[in-house]
């Protein structure tokens, strides 16, 4: 039960009726839908979008780069610009591009609501609004100081989605109008019984992912650590000077960003995933990608790994950095399986698909923009999945 006074699993419980929808969907330019390599917002995406296709909705991709999943794609650029992620620029120049090419759609061949993953582009809600369109976001990062002050000032146009409940735990008074946890295909995943002897740290290079704890933890263990992820931007290059580096020893091997293939290898071949955060992690894709290869993960509380994880079973979840030796050694026992199982039950494509649908369908029955009776809903189920009266 969350602080809003709400089951999650009552989202998943409403009866509804109603034919194939017709979705916006909008992703940054920074990635392909999949990524090659870093992105965890377009892998969700990618899966998301084939899934809703699967179940006969008709989703229309804005975003940038080549053509990856089941949707109608439409690049508002010439190529995608990750060399340009953190600036502000492509931001608010993608959020004007959006808006006009959901203009034309919406005019030509009509849209039920949009659905944004991007930062700037909820502020074109109102603009939907104008349209007769709900807008559905997606809230992907943190939801403290400035973010929680932004997504505050956004207003009602825009229904925010969070990804854990810790998120929404956060900032309960945040429009929320449900919760629905990032998921992944895991017939596109390796399951490996067998694994090699080294841990793996999967992530950005930055202190709130903690590699260094990663470095620490994997010596005193005495096993090799591999670090693989993202290092490209200035403060990550100058904290991997300063921490990562001087921690180095031979037996340590920094592989650098590794792609799609590449992830799923050293994933599937770990004894463990290190997740050594030290913030509040809105979810931990990384985590779910583990288990899915049969890789437990030994991870810092914080966030929502105690969501995502189950302590003793498909990970070790720890207090502090000074108990991740031991629970290296711990979950070489684990059951490779029961990690997968965990995912296949938990975490799966249609789960997440199966959710979105759910939402949009209360918003829209709850807004009645252009819809009849096929999409009505009993006022107590939508006022306790939104949390409003």
Request: hydrophobic share 40%.
């Amino acid at each position: 039960m969350s602080p809003a006074g709400f089951s999650t699993s009552d989202l998943y419980s409403i009866e509804h009726n109603g034919g194939p929808l017709r979705i916006a969907m909008v992703v940054p330019p920074y990635f392909d839908v999949p990524p090659k390599a870093y992105g965890g917002v377009e892998a969700v995406v990618a899966d998301l979008v084939d899934s809703l296709c699967e179940r006969g909705h008709h989703v229309t991709l804005f975003g940038a780069g080549e053509p990856g999943t089941k949707a109608n794609f439409v690049p508002l650029w010439d190529r995608i610009v990750p060399e340009r992620l953190g600036d502000p620029f492509p931001e608010v120049v993608h959020a004007l591009r959006v808006r006009r090419a959901i203009e034309r759609l919406a005019e030509t061949e009509g849209i039920d609501l949009v659905h944004d993953h991007t930062f700037a582009g909820p502020l074109n809600a109102p603009a939907y609004a104008d349209l007769g369109l709900p807008t559905v976001v997606t809230v992907h990062g943190p939801v403290q100081d400035d973010c929680y002050r932004y997504y505050r000032e956004l207003g009602k146009e825009c229904s925010l989605v969070a990804i854990s409940d810790r998120q929404r735990e956060l900032a309960p008074d945040l429009r929320w109008v449900g919760r629905v946890h990032n998921a992944l295909r895991p017939d596109l995943w390796p399951y490996r019984a067998q694994k090699k002897d080294y841990a793996l740290f999967l992530g950005r290079f930055t202190m709130d992912k903690g590699p260094h704890l990663a470095l620490d933890a994997a010596h005193e263990a005495g096993i090799p650590l591999v670090l693989a992820g993202k290092c490209s931007e200035a403060p990550e290059k100058a904290y991997f000077e300063e921490y990562v580096r001087p921690r180095l020893t031979a037996d340590d091997h920094v592989f650098g960003l590794a792609d799609a293939t590449d992830k799923r290898k050293l994933l599937s071949e770990a004894r463990c995933l290190l997740f050594p955060i030290r913030w509040e992690e809105p979810f931990g894709m990384v985590m779910i990608e583990a288990m899915v290869t049969g890789t437990p993960v030994v991870a810092l509380r914080g966030g929502a790994v105690s969501e995502v994880l189950v302590d003793g079973v498909t990970g070790r979840i720890c207090d502090d950095p000074a108990e991740l030796p031991g629970a290296i050694a711990e979950v070489a026992s684990y059951d490779p399986a029961a990690c997968r199982a965990h995912v296949e039950a938990n975490f799966g494509a249609d789960t997440l698909g199966g959710g979105y649908e759910q939402v949009y369908r209360q918003l829209l029955a709850e807004t009645t923009i252009g819809y009849g009776d096929a999409f009505a809903l009993p006022l107590p189920v939508g006022a306790a999945i939104s949390g409003r009266a």
